[in-house]
């Protein structure tokens, strides 16, 4: 269970996607397309992950991840 005053701050974490939008738009574009075909298990579930994260990967995923990973331990900073 996450404490009041902890949720509160996690409340004002925002990620600013500008420097990364045209990535975080293919990467939610291609988590859009597999969520439905992995949830109602259309296909084999391991190669369809498997492809899904390849192609998150293709479409700048790391960079999405980096950007947010900086962008949290800059708050960190300020915050703690």
């Known amino acids: 269970m996450i ?5 509160a701050m996690l409340k004002k974490v925002f990620f600013d996607y500008s420097k ?3 990535e975080h738009r293919e990467v939610v574009n291609i988590y859009n397309l597999y969520k439905k075909i ?6 084999n ?10 192609e998150m990967e293709e479409s700048g995923l790391r960079l999405l991840l980096k ?3 900086t962008q949290y331990k800059a ?6």
Do not use: I, T
Not at 3 to 7: E, L, T, V
């Open 3 to 7: 404490r009041p005053k902890r949720a």
């Open 20 to 22: 990364v939008e045209a």
């Open 38 to 43: 992995l949830n109602n298990g259309l296909d």
């Open 45 to 54: 579930q391991e190669e369809c992950r498997e492809r899904m994260l390849k």
């Open 67 to 69: 950007e947010e990973q």
């Open 75 to 80: 708050w960190k900073r300020r915050k703690f």
